[in-house]
């Protein structure tokens, strides 16, 4: 087992990463201060896994939550059965709510614990590489409204993560190779040598090799835990991790919310950032072929879809969050495993890249 430290001084945790954690209740001892545990899961990841886990948990005799599985019930009135079952078991501010689940569940599990009676530990079991990697280190959670994704949250830091790389032999294998751009996103924007020990590995990590499962998912964290150390709220670098993220979204919501993958829209994305960065002259035509190379490898997509015009994506690009007064604030990758969040490119090389980084028609 491989253990690493989120430094965030009083609220610092540890993210634990190995094979059959889910059966070592001494990592889940540690994580729990009282002595109620509610668990929440998803119809889909609950009959996986929730029984092994109850069995470390027994000497709490924990409640249980199982949700609608999808993102379309990352909504309030779904949370609401997370509340509605802790009261109905007279859980105090002592309980800590562990979330077993993909992003969806800890996202969901994240914001019950930062508000239920004001605020309760959780403990994040990440069962999705996507998860792994990404959602479950760093203390964002919430829920979708109708008029837009995640706009309702807090950030709220886990007691601590475990992440049993077990769980990912049930994965469906889209969803591994979602995780895995984000995967890519990391020795993009701040490990070079990451990036290259991808090229070298991605076909073990295809095949779900533990070995390399643990290293990348080790890896990865450990960035993300550097990136989050130093900007918790983001109000400067964090912004980093939306490298890919601005043209993502703009895929996502013009190919309609769940056509897309949220990582394969991200895959595309940083392609197109890319090539705008190839554009702009901070890549090299070698470096961008070389991270197209390797989304492709992973079995992503690396363009936008054909239906989706340039001047379409423009638009939907302009709504994003990352719009400062009026102007486009984008992540772009600047020579292979280092990139600048900047407002400063040529709008036309930005419609270049829309326009031609699309599906054949
Ligand atoms: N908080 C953050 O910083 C952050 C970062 C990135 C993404 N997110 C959020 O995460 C969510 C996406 O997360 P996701 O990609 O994990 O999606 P998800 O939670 O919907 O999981 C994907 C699918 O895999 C299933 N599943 C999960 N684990 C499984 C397993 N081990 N075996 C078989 N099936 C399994 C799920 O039930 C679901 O059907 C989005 O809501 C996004 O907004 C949050
Ligand atoms: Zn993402």
């Given at each position: 087992m491989k253990t690493l430290n989120v430094d965030l001084g009083e609220r610092s945790y540890p993210i634990h990463i190995g094979?059959?954690?889910?059966?070592?209740s001494e990592l889940l001892k540690s994580g729990i201060a009282g002595s109620r545990v509610a668990v929440v899961t998803n119809e889909t990841v609950g009959p996986l896994y929730l029984d092994t886990l109850l069995k470390q948990l027994a000497p709490w005799d924990p409640v249980c939550v199982v949700l609608p599985d999808g993102e379309v019930y990352k909504t309030l009135d779904v949370l609401n059965n997370i509340f509605t079952a802790l009261l109905k078991n007279r859980c105090d501010r002592k309980t800590t709510l562990i979330a077993l689940g993909g992003g969806v569940v800890g996202d969901m599990t994240g914001f019950a614990a930062a508000t239920y009676q004001r605020g309760v530990p959780f403990i994040q079991i990440p069962t999705t590489l996507l998860a792994q990697v990404d959602s479950s280190v760093g203390g964002k959670t919430g829920v979708n409204h109708p008029l837009g994704k995640n706009m309702i949250g807090a950030f709220h830091q886990p007691e601590c993560v475990i992440i049993d790389i077990d769980t990912l032999t049930t994965l469906p294998d889209n969803e591994l190779s979602a995780g895995l751009a984000e995967v890519i996103k990391y020795g993009l924007i701040g490990d070079p040598e990451f990036f290259f020990w991808l090229e070298q590995n991605l076909d073990e990590l295809l095949q779900r090799d533990p070995q390399a499962l643990v290293y990348a998912i080790e890896r990865s964290c450990s960035e993300k835990a550097r990136v989050v150390a130093a900007d918790e709220r983001e109000?400067?670098?964090?912004?980093?991790?939306?490298?890919?993220h601005t043209f993502g979204h703009a895929i996502e919501t013009g190919a309609g919310?769940?056509?897309?993958l949220h990582g394969e829209a991200v895959a595309a994305g940083m392609c197109m950032a890319a090539d705008l960065s190839r554009r702009i002259g901070w890549l090299t035509l070698d470096e961008c072929a070389r991270i197209e190379k390797l989304i492709h490898r992973a079995l992503l997509p690396t363009r936008a879809p054909k239906t989706l015009s340039g001047t379409k994506l423009r638009e939907l690009m302009s709504v994003d969050k990352k719009v400062e007064a009026g102007k486009l604030r984008l992540v772009l990758p600047k020579g292979l495993g280092h990139a600048v969040i900047t407002q400063d490119f040529p709008s036309a090389l930005l419609n270049e890249t829309l326009e031609q980084c699309r599906e054949p028609a």
């Amino acid at each position: 087992m491989k253990t690493l430290n989120v430094d965030l001084g009083e609220r610092s945790y540890p993210i634990h990463i190995g094979s059959g954690l889910l059966h070592r209740s001494e990592l889940l001892k540690s994580g729990i201060a009282g002595s109620r545990v509610a668990v929440v899961t998803n119809e889909t990841v609950g009959p996986l896994y929730l029984d092994t886990l109850l069995k470390q948990l027994a000497p709490w005799d924990p409640v249980c939550v199982v949700l609608p599985d999808g993102e379309v019930y990352k909504t309030l009135d779904v949370l609401n059965n997370i509340f509605t079952a802790l009261l109905k078991n007279r859980c105090d501010r002592k309980t800590t709510l562990i979330a077993l689940g993909g992003g969806v569940v800890g996202d969901m599990t994240g914001f019950a614990a930062a508000t239920y009676q004001r605020g309760v530990p959780f403990i994040q079991i990440p069962t999705t590489l996507l998860a792994q990697v990404d959602s479950s280190v760093g203390g964002k959670t919430g829920v979708n409204h109708p008029l837009g994704k995640n706009m309702i949250g807090a950030f709220h830091q886990p007691e601590c993560v475990i992440i049993d790389i077990d769980t990912l032999t049930t994965l469906p294998d889209n969803e591994l190779s979602a995780g895995l751009a984000e995967v890519i996103k990391y020795g993009l924007i701040g490990d070079p040598e990451f990036f290259f020990w991808l090229e070298q590995n991605l076909d073990e990590l295809l095949q779900r090799d533990p070995q390399a499962l643990v290293y990348a998912i080790e890896r990865s964290c450990s960035e993300k835990a550097r990136v989050v150390a130093a900007d918790e709220r983001e109000a400067g670098s964090r912004a980093l991790l939306n490298l890919g993220h601005t043209f993502g979204h703009a895929i996502e919501t013009g190919a309609g919310y769940g056509a897309w993958l949220h990582g394969e829209a991200v895959a595309a994305g940083m392609c197109m950032a890319a090539d705008l960065s190839r554009r702009i002259g901070w890549l090299t035509l070698d470096e961008c072929a070389r991270i197209e190379k390797l989304i492709h490898r992973a079995l992503l997509p690396t363009r936008a879809p054909k239906t989706l015009s340039g001047t379409k994506l423009r638009e939907l690009m302009s709504v994003d969050k990352k719009v400062e007064a009026g102007k486009l604030r984008l992540v772009l990758p600047k020579g292979l495993g280092h990139a600048v969040i900047t407002q400063d490119f040529p709008s036309a090389l930005l419609n270049e890249t829309l326009e031609q980084c699309r599906e054949p028609a």
